[in-house]
């Protein structure tokens, strides 16, 4: 379920936001509000498209300022992996960005890493998948597969080893 004015394609780091409930006018809404309301430490303005992709590029997840201003003005879908970096990197819940999304995405995550942690990544991804119909399940695979990446990365640039998941916050 992508954006219409959407083209690009998603990419290996996390797959578009479409497995899950996200509406990409709430979440642009969101990110502007967080953009605007917590200035750059550094210039103590607001996060330009330009910074805010840096930043999140030096925590792991690749991302061009073009990206960012069509994340922020609703024109592409948002990857798990950018939505959890957003909230981490802002330290609110993922539920900010939409309630839905929030308890769905930590229920698979802790499942998946606690049968990941035994070694059966693959039975996990299977148990967490046939909830779904046929059709979608390769879709729900990747974003399961990236929101994992993603966290593994936030924590490697971070030093923090393994991932917890993350806090519910504020909505």
Do not use: N
């Not at 990365?153 to 991932?163: F, N, S």
Request: hydrophobic share 35%; net charge negative; charged share 25%.
């Amino acid at each position: 379920m992508r954006h219409p004015s959407d083209s690009s394609d998603a990419g290996s780091d996390g797959g578009p936001a479409s497995g899950s409930s996200i509406s990409v006018h709430v979440f642009s809404e969101r990110l502007t509000e967080l953009l605007q309301g917590q200035p750059d430490p550094e210039t103590g303005k607001p996060y330009s498209s330009e910074r805010m992709a840096a930043l999140l590029t030096g925590r792991g997840v690749r991302m061009s300022g073009t990206h960012m201003w069509h994340l922020r003005t609703g024109r592409a879908v948002p990857r798990l992996t950018e939505v959890v970096a957003f909230a981490e990197f802002f330290g609110v819940g993922l539920d900010f960005f939409d309630p839905a999304i929030a308890p769905e995405l930590l229920a698979q995550w802790r499942l998946a890493g606690q049968l990941r942690s035994h070694g059966v990544e693959e039975v996990a991804l299977r148990q967490l998948t046939d909830q779904f119909p046929e059709q979608d399940r390769p879709h729900v695979t990747d974003a399961i597969l990236g929101v994992l990446q993603g966290f593994k990365a936030l924590r490697a640039a971070d030093g923090r080893g393994e991932p917890d998941p993350p806090a519910p916050g504020r909505s």
